[in-house]
């Protein structure tokens, strides 16, 4: 899964998560919720970055292209691929991201000719590819996970 590695330094979180771990049901529970809420979250902001600002516009000439092919599709929607994340829960690890091998191009962006050229000559990608970051956490989904973290401690035994 293409993804970015986030590291929650909130002293609050850690604490809870430190409780959390000593009962294995009630923390994967609270992952596959945080799980569900990120990629609800992160579908409601597509076509912002995780710190608010829009992404870069298309090229000129993709823009065109995509007109004629995907008429009114989002940046980065094509084929509704890469919208769809996905997560997994593994222990003490959620993981959110996508399956698709282009995704960490699209989040970090890619210089054109990058990975080589094509049959015919031609520079993969054909044009720079600017970084359109997709996946992260805002400052409301700190809010909201630490909301989601107290309601699962307050329902522990």
């Known amino acids: ?22 009962n294995v049901t009630a923390l994967d529970g609270f992952l596959r919720d945080i799980g569900e809420y990120l ?30 092919k995907r008429p009114n599709a989002p940046t980065l929607v094509w084929d509704e691929h890469l919208r769809r994340l996905q997560y997994q829960v593994s ?18 962006g890619l210089p054109k000719g990058y990975a080589g050229h094509d049959k015919h000559g031609h520079p993969i990608p054909w044009g720079d590819i600017p970084a359109r970051p997709f996946l992260g956490l805002d400052d409301d989904d700190h809010t909201e996970i630490l909301a989601r973290l107290r309601l699962h401690l307050a329902a522990l035994p």
């Open 39 to 68: 990629l609800r979250s992160h579908d409601e902001r597509w076509g912002r970055s995780p710190d608010g600002q829009p992404w870069a516009p298309l090229s000129p000439e993709y823009a065109a292209r995509k007109a004629e």
């Open 1 to 22: 899964m293409a993804g970015v590695h986030i590291e929650v330094l909130d002293a609050e979180f850690k604490a809870g998560m430190a409780k959390l771990t000593q």
């Open 91 to 108: 222990g003490d690890t959620l993981m959110v991201g996508s399956d698709r091998v282009y995704a960490a191009a699209h989040q970090f």
